[in-house]
């Protein structure tokens, strides 16, 4: 079966030698937590959640750290009953990275994202921005949504793909449902 180009240019990115992944996440751990770049490292993967590379869309390397997302044990005096250690963030990585671009780049909107690496103390994911302001993307018919004064601040309000499956909307399977139905929501409201 004959592959496309950009099949093959994902078979190339999980193919990248150790050595060379490693002096990446070097150099991303030096750099700060939001960079922009001048274009995706996955190219293949980036196309695929909507990047193109014209005027308007902008890339930015976002740097997370890994654990520490539950509450510390208390060291004094507490009932044994009061001494939890709760989960407090109940958001994926993803959706934590979309938020921080979002609020580093207000002018920008989140398209999409997607995780480029890790290592034992942060993750590294890369965020596809849209500037809506932009000619370009407002004359564009497949991208001109978010240019609509509705979308704005998609990765606070929770209506990226990520924030939305992290919330229990978009299950990978149709039979694990998380939330409730539609319609126990309307019986709700009444």
């Not at 989960?87 to 994926?92: G, P, V």
């Not at 309000?157 to 939330?179: C, D, F, M, Q």
Request: hydrophobic share 35%.
């Amino acid at each position: 079966m004959v592959k496309g180009a950009y099949a093959l240019i994902n078979e190339a990115f999980r193919e990248t030698s150790r050595e060379e992944v490693q002096k990446r996440l070097i150099d991303w751990r030096a750099s700060e937590a939001a960079v922009v770049v001048d274009k995706p490292l996955n190219l293949g993967k980036a196309r695929m959640l909507g990047y193109k590379a014209k005027k308007g869309f902008v890339v930015i390397r976002i740097r997370l750290n890994r654990g520490g997302r539950q509450r510390s044990r208390h060291k004094h005096g507490r009932k044994s009953r009061k001494q939890h250690v709760r989960k407090i963030l109940k958001m994926n990585y993803k959706w934590v990275a979309e938020i921080r671009a979002q609020n580093k780049y207000p002018n920008l909107e989140v398209l999409n994202s997607y995780q480029i690496g890790k290592d034992g103390k942060h993750y590294f994911f890369e965020v596809i921005m849209v500037d809506p302001n932009r000619p370009e993307i407002a004359n564009d018919p497949v991208v001109n949504w978010v240019c609509d004064s509705a979308n704005r601040n998609r990765a606070i309000r929770g209506l990226t793909s990520s924030a939305r499956r992290s919330r229990g909307l978009l299950t990978r399977s149709p039979e694990s449902k998380v939330r409730p139905s539609m319609r126990a929501w309307k019986r709700r409201g009444k």
